[in-house]
C-alpha cells in the first residue's frame, strides 16, 4: 500500500464525499434516542458529573486542522500523549503522570465500546484509527469512570464517529504537504431502506518524521441505524483499517542522534496490519424511565513487524550471529526478526437504566454486566536475509516463540446519581473477574491465572450555582495484568498482582460568566503496587516490573474564553483555550531498588517516576472574522522528564537513559471560507521554529517532528 493505494482511494471518495471531522451534525439529542453508549455526551453534561473530565468538540479539532490523535489530545488538562512515529498510529497516552508507554494505563473507547485489541490481556495500542474518522472526544477521569473497565486507573478516552443523517449529505477532504504528506477523507450519509446510513473512508501516504520510516494507512467505516419501532433502535458499525508501512522498533544511540537526529540505520524493517471491527448494539426503552441497551461486538487484528533491532543496545540484531557481527552486514547477510501477532475479541455487554426515588432523592441508576473474550497467536520467527520472511536455518534463525495466550473476563458494575438539590451524590460499584491462560506451542508447558477485584468508588457534586459545581471524588484505581506477565513462558504463574490504587480527586468547574469557562481540580493517586514497563528504567524489551508503592499528587486546570459570547465583540471573535497539568509528585514513596541492570542495590526511594513530566500544557489564541475566516496560534509545552528510575541526567551511550529536555511547540493554522461557502481552504505548520527535541528514550532516542506544513480543502455538500 503507498501512492497507488492513495490516488486510488481518492478517486473513489471524490465520488462520494465527506469527512469526518466536518461529517453532518448528530441530529438532536441523538445519544439520548439513538443505541448509543453515553460516556459525557455533550459539553454541558460535565456539570453533573461527579469527576473530571473534558470533551474536544469538531470545532477545535477543525480551527486546528490537527494532523494527529495526539495533537488533538493535548487539548485536555491531565493527558500526556507522546509521540512516536509522526501520525498518531501508534499513540503513547499518560494520565498524570502514570507512564504513556503503549497507552497501557488509559482505557480507549469507541462510542463506549472497547477500542484496544486485548484490554484484558495485552493493553498495548500498536495500532489506533486515524483521528479523521471522529468528530469529537471526550475524557473522563476521577469515580465516574468505574462505570467502564478493565482499567479505571488514569482515565477513559471515547471517540465519537458522527451519527448517520437522514438527508443525503457529505464532506470531501483532501489535503498535501512537506515530507510526502498526502491525504483523502470523505464520507456519504443519507437514508436508503429505512436505515440511516454514513460510510467513511481515508488515506495517507506520509514519509515519516525519520528517515526509512514511510507511512501509509487507509481506513474504511460504516454507521448505519435504524428506528424499528418508537421503542427499539438498532446501530450496527463496522470498520476495516490496514497500514503497510516502512517502520523500525528501535531509537537512537546518543552517537546516532548527535549525528543525524532523524536518521534511522534500518531500510529493511516492515510494519504490517490489518483490523477488522464490528459491533451491534440495540437500545429498548421499556418505560419512559427504563432503558436496556445491549451491545455484541467483535475485533480481529493482525499485525505482522519485521526488524532487524529492537531498541539501540542492538546493533545490529544479534552480534553473536556470525553472519550479522556488524552494521556492515545490515543488507546483506544479516537476518530479520518477525514479531508476528494476531488477536481475536468477542464480548456481549448490557446496560440498564433508570429513573426512579431512591434514600429520599431523585436517583438515576445504572447497572451492566458483560462477557469478554480475547485470545493472542503470538509467534517470533527468524529469518536468516534481511528482507525474509520465513524461518531461517542459521544460528540465531528458526522459530522462537509459539504462544497461546488468552483472558477471559466477566464483569459487572452498578452506579446511582442521588439528587438532593443542588448536592448530588454518586456511589458505586464495580467488578472484574478474569481468567488468564497461556501456552508454549513449542515447549507445551501451560499455565492458568484468575484473579477477582471489587473496584467502589464514591462522588458528589454541589452546584454553587446554575452554571458553576464543585466535584469530589474518591475510587479505586485497577488494572490487570498482562497474561505474559502473570504467567511465564514455562507455565509457572509470577506473583506480579494487579495494578491498585486509590484515587482522590476535587474540583471546580462551570461559567465565571457569559463566554468565560474554568475547571480546575486537584489529585492524588495512592499506589500500592503501580506496574511500569522494565524499558523504561534502560531495559530491552516490553518486560512489566512492579514499582510498588508510588504517589502522584498534582493540579490540573483548563479554560475557555470568547470575546464575543462575552459581549464584548459582536460578529468577529477572539477566543482563548488553555489547559495545563501540573504533576508536583510522581515518587516512589515505598521502599524500592533500581531496575536498572548493574544498579540493582541503589535505593531510588523518594526518585521521581520515569516519563512523569511536571508540566503538560498547551494554549491556543484565535481569531474569526464572521464565518469565513479563521486564524490561531497554539503552544503546546512538555516539561523535562527521567526515563529511569536512577533518574540519570547525562544520557547514556545507548540512548535509552537520560534527562529529556522541556520542549515548546508552536502550531499555525489558518481556515478561509470564501463567502462562508461550504468549502474552507486551509494551512497549516506545525512546529513552526523547527525546533529539534526528543520524545522517548525507552528504546533509544526518538525524535519529535521537524516543522511541518500542509495544506488542504474541505468541501460540505
Not at 34 to 58: F, K, P, W
Not at 256 to 271: I, K, L, Q, V
Not at 304 to 321: C, E, H, L, V, Y
Not at 616 to 640: C, M, P
Amino acid at each position: 500500500m503507498g501512492a497507488r493505494t492513495l490516488w486510488t482511494a481518492a478517486a473513489l471518495l471524490a465520488a462520494t464525499p465527506a469527512f469526518a471531522q466536518q461529517a453532518p451534525a448528530p441530529r438532536e439529542a441523538a445519544q439520548e434516542t439513538s443505541a448509543d453508549i453515553v460516556v459525557i455526551g455533550e459539553r454541558r453534561n460535565l456539570l453533573d458529573i461527579a469527576g473530571s473530565g473534558s470533551t474536544i468538540e469538531a470545532e477545535d479539532l477543525e480551527r486546528a486542522r490537527v494532523l494527529t490523535v495526539n495533537e488533538a489530545l493535548r487539548q485536555a488538562p491531565g493527558i500526556y500523549p507522546r509521540d512516536e512515529e509522526g501520525l498518531g498510529l501508534r499513540p503513547n497516552i499518560g494520565v498524570r503522570g502514570l507512564s504513556p508507554t503503549r497507552s497501557s494505563e488509559v482505557l480507549l473507547l469507541e462510542d463506549g465500546l472497547p477500542l484496544t485489541y486485548a484490554p484484558y490481556g495485552d493493553n498495548a495500542t500498536y495500532s489506533h484509527p486515524p483521528i479523521r474518522r471522529f468528530e469529537r472526544i471526550e475524557i473522563l477521569k476521577g469515580a465516574s469512570q468505574i462505570r467502564f473497565g478493565p482499567h479505571t486507573v488514569g482515565g477513559v478516552v471515547n471517540y465519537i464517529s458522527p451519527a448517520a443523517p437522514s438527508d443525503f449529505e457529505g464532506t470531501l477532504f483532501l489535503a498535501g504537504g512537506d515530507r510526502g504528506y498526502a491525504e483523502a477523507a470523505a464520507s456519504l450519509g443519507g437514508e436508503v431502506a429505512g436505515f440511516r446510513l454514513l460510510g467513511h473512508a481515508s488515506a495517507t501516504v506520509f514519509d515519516g518524521v525519520r528517515e526509512n520510516h514511510d507511512l501509509s494507512f487507509a481506513d474504511y467505516s460504516l454507521r448505519a441505524e435504524r428506528t424499528l419501532t418508537p421503542n427499539h433502535e438498532i446501530v450496527v458499525r463496522i470498520a476495516v483499517n490496514r497500514e503497510d508501512s516502512q517502520v523500525s522498533y528501535s531509537g537512537l544511540t546518543q552517537a546516532e542522534f548527535d549525528a543525524d537526529p532523524f536518521s534511522n540505520p534500518f531500510p529493511n524493517d516492515r510494519f504490517e496490519t490489518q483490523r477488522y471491527t464490528g459491533a451491534l448494539t440495540h437500545a429498548w426503552t421499556i418505560t419512559p424511565n427504563l432503558t436496556l441497551k445491549t451491545s455484541a461486538y467483535s475485533l480481529y487484528f493482525n499485525r505482522d513487524w519485521w526488524r532487524q533491532s529492537s531498541n539501540s543496545s542492538q546493533r545490529p540484531n544479534d552480534s553473536s550471529d556470525p553472519n550479522c557481527g556488524g552494521m556492515a552486514n545490515l543488507e546483506t547477510t544479516c537476518g530479520a526478526e518477525g514479531r508476528l501477532r494476531e488477536y481475536h475479541q468477542y464480548g456481549v455487554e448490557s446496560r440498564l437504566s433508570w429513573d426512579t426515588r431512591a434514600l429520599g432523592a431523585d436517583a438515576n441508576m445504572e447497572a451492566g454486566v458483560r462477557w469478554h473474550t480475547e485470545r493472542q497467536n503470538r509467534l517470533q520467527i527468524n529469518a536468516d536475509a534481511p528482507t525474509g520472511r520465513t524461518p531461517g536455518t542459521s544460528v540465531n534463525g528458526g522459530l522462537r516463540e509459539d504462544n497461546l495466550r488468552s483472558a477471559n473476563a466477566l464483569s459487572g458494575f452498578a452506579v446511582a446519581n442521588l439528587d438532593y438539590g443542588r448536592l448530588t451524590l454518586s456511589p458505586g460499584v464495580r467488578v472484574e473477574s478474569v481468567t488468564f491462560e497461556r501456552t508454549n506451542r513449542i515447549s507445551g508447558a501451560s499455565g492458568e491465572e484468575s484473579l477477582t477485584e471489587v473496584i467502589p468508588g464514591f462522588g458528589a457534586t454541589f452546584a454553587i450555582s446554575d452554571a458553576m459545581s464543585i466535584y469530589a471524588g474518591v475510587h479505586r484505581g485497577f488494572s490487570p495484568p498482562r497474561v505474559e506477565d502473570v504467567i511465564d513462558n514455562s507455565g509457572v504463574t509470577v506473583d506480579l498482582g494487579a495494578e491498585e490504587s486509590v484515587n482522590w480527586e476535587v474540583g471546580v468547574r462551570g461559567g465565571l460568566r457569559s463566554g468565560w469557562d474554568i475547571d480546575v481540580s486537584g489529585f492524588l493517586m495512592e499506589f500500592d503496587n503501580q506496574i511500569v514497563p522494565s524499558s523504561v528504567a534502560g531495559g530491552a524489551g516490553a518486560t512489566l516490573t512492579s514499582a510498588g508503592q508510588t504517589r502522584h499528587v498534582g493540579v490540573e486546570a483548563s479554560t475557555r474564553i470568547s470575546l464575543r459570547d462575552w459581549g464584548l465583540m459582536r460578529r468577529d471573535d477572539v477566543y482563548l483555550r488553555a489547559a495545563a497539568t501540573y504533576v508536583a509528585d510522581a515518587d516512589y514513596v515505598g521502599e524500592r531498588f533500581s531496575s536498572v541492570s548493574g544498579f540493582g542495590g541503589v535505593s531510588v526511594t523518594g526518585n521521581r517516576l520515569p516519563y512523569a513530566p511536571e508540566w503538560v500544557a498547551s494554549a491556543a489564541v484565535g481569531y474569526t472574522r464572521g464565518d469565513w475566516l479563521n486564524l490561531q496560534a497554539e503552544v503546546q509545552h512538555t516539561g523535562e522528564m527521567f526515563t529511569d528510575d536512577l533518574n540519570t541526567i547525562t544520557p547514556t551511550a545507548n540512548g535509552q537513559r537520560g534527562l529529556i529536555p522541556e520542549a515548546t511547540i508552536l502550531n499555525l493554522a489558518a481556515n478561509v471560507a470564501p463567502d462562508g461557502a461550504d468549502t474552507t481552504f486551509f494551512i497549516t505548520v506545525k512546529n513552526a521554529t523547527d525546533e529539534l527535541y526528543v520524545v522517548d528514550r525507552a528504546r533509544g532516542v526518538l525524535p519529535g517532528a521537524p516543522r511541518l506544513w500542509q495544506t488542504g480543502v474541505s468541501m460540505r455538500f
